[in-house]
């Protein structure tokens, strides 16, 4: 199993920024792509960003130039720095993250997600 665990949400005035985390663990040989989704309530969870292993990034047309993914390789982790927040950027955040895991001699693809951390912005 790979386990992912995010950090650094809260709460913030709009405007303000916050920089998450998301560390992810366990038998791991290699990570494809890893996200930042996003769910709101009542709304549908939503892809905010994402970076593959090579670092080509994708973000949501609500967050461009205003967020901005990154990862370390070395560490496993993926970062979302969040500037100019909004009230509708508030919402869930759960990171994601795919790739292969090693089995004793067999290696397998995984694609796990995070327990979630709550933004907050207050207008």
């Known amino acids: 199993q790979v386990q992912l665990v995010e950090s650094g949400g809260g709460l913030v005035q709009a405007g303000g920024s916050l920089r998450l985390s998301c560390a992810a663990s366990?038998?791991?040989?290699?990570?494809?792509?890893m996200g930042w989704y996003r769910q709101a309530p009542g709304k549908q969870r939503e892809l905010v960003a994402a970076?593959?292993?090579?670092?080509?990034?994708t973000y949501a047309d609500s967050v461009k130039g205003r967020f901005t993914i990154s990862r370390d390789n070395a560490k496993n982790t993926v970062y979302l720095q969040m500037s100019s927040l909004k009230p509708e950027d508030t919402a869930v955040y759960y990171c994601n993250a795919d790739g292969t895991v090693v089995r004793g001699s067999f290696y397998q693809a995984f694609g796990s997600w995070g327990q979630g951390t709550q933004v907050t912005v207050s207008s």
């Open positions: 366990g038998s791991i040989f290699s990570i494809n792509a």
């Open positions: 970076i593959t292993n090579g670092g080509t990034t």
